[in-house]
């Protein structure tokens, strides 16, 4: 909850933002209804949620209500107004099918000259599909284009890939301008993933996408486990966690779990080598096969410990990525229907 005005007042209309600005509030507000709790009544009693800070309890209450308004003049933290995340919703939703493209697809901001690119695509077509299910009205047309944009990319990396494979299997040269494709990637895992959420399976993509697995980077590994549960491959998802196993550390003292991801100064800029959002992928993917694992909870503490000022995290992407993953644990662990005496 104290994450979600940072998401709310971010002031760029980038893909990514817009929305970022609406969806992990809608996500919020949907597990708080769920808990039966009075929005109107928090609302009116809200003050600093943070069980961990020191000093005088009704001096903290009075500086946090002090922050009641972003820069828009909007209320500060719109979780708890139903109309307010309702109109939020709305116009984000309308904003994003703006900015998807002639083809289908999004660019980073969407405008004249500009191609689609198959990261955002796949980033803005999974936080509609996860708008959706929270009961977002989406525009008629706009996810299965954006769907079938990603279908089509991903046909075309199997096409690369198989040559790549011909090559090899043949041991021959490459023809002059040739293209190929030696291994499946990082993006390949989030494309594939987002289509299986869609529905849509491609068996090739998942044989290069496990031939490959110990090449991806741990988030990816984390994306591809969760796609191989929802179509049932369930030997295959058991070996990406044993996989992804090898790189988990537990702190007993703090009663935390991380993943340390391996040769991370390489690669820390991509999106792949975001620490934050690899463990929320993993604390999303244990979710989904087993939320009473200790890990999880461990994953949980570990994430909520890194937040800056005790409120978001390093971006609007990450924060966005670890509501997600906290919200998906809090249903499944069961602890979005407390049984308090």
């Not at 002639?102 to 996860?130: C, I, K, M, N, R």
Request: with cysteine; net charge negative.
């Amino acid at each position: 909850v104290d994450a979600l005005p940072y998401l709310v007042d971010y002031p760029y209309g980038c893909t990514e933002q817009t929305l970022n600005r609406f969806l992990p509030t809608v996500i919020t507000q949907n597990i708080l209804k769920r808990m039966n709790l009075d929005l109107a009544a928090i609302k009116e009693k809200r003050t600093n949620l943070n069980a961990q800070e020191i000093g005088d309890d009704r001096q903290r209450a009075a500086d946090w209500q002090r922050l009641t308004k972003s820069s828009h003049g909007k209320d500060w933290n719109p979780v708890f107004d139903a109309a307010e995340v309702e109109l939020m919703a709305k116009v984000g939703v309308r904003d994003l099918s703006a900015m998807q493209l002639s083809d289908g697809g999004w660019g980073w901001f969407s405008g004249w000259g500009e191609h689609s690119y198959p990261h955002t695509t796949a980033v803005v077509v999974h936080g509609l599909q996860t708008a959706q299910i929270n009961g977002v009205a989406i525009v008629t047309d706009v996810l299965p284009r954006g769907v079938a944009w990603l279908q089509a990319y991903q046909a075309e990396q199997v096409r690369l890939l198989k040559v790549g494979e011909e090559i090899a299997d043949s041991k021959r040269e490459p023809k002059p301008g040739e293209q190929y494709r030696t291994q499946a990637g990082d993006l390949d895992a989030l494309v594939y993933m987002v289509l299986v959420d869609a529905g849509q399976t491609d068996s090739e993509m998942q044989k290069f996408l496990y031939r490959d697995r110990t090449k991806l980077s741990l988030y990816s590994q984390a994306m591809f486990g969760l796609a191989l549960h929802k179509i049932g491959a369930n030997d295959q998802r058991d070996m990406i966690i044993r996989n992804i196993s090898q790189s988990v550390k537990t702190d007993n003292e703090n009663q935390t779990t991380y993943i340390d991801l391996p040769n991370h100064g390489s690669y820390w800029w991509y999106w792949y080598g975001d620490v934050n959002e690899a463990n929320a992928y993993y604390l999303k993917l244990l979710t989904y096969t087993n939320p009473q694992d200790p890990q999880c909870s461990g994953l949980v503490k570990y994430l909520l410990n890194n937040r800056r000022h005790a409120t978001y995290w390093n971006s609007t992407r990450d924060t966005a990525v670890i509501i997600e993953a906290l919200a998906e644990y809090l249903v499944a662990s069961g602890e979005a229907e407390p049984r308090m005496l």
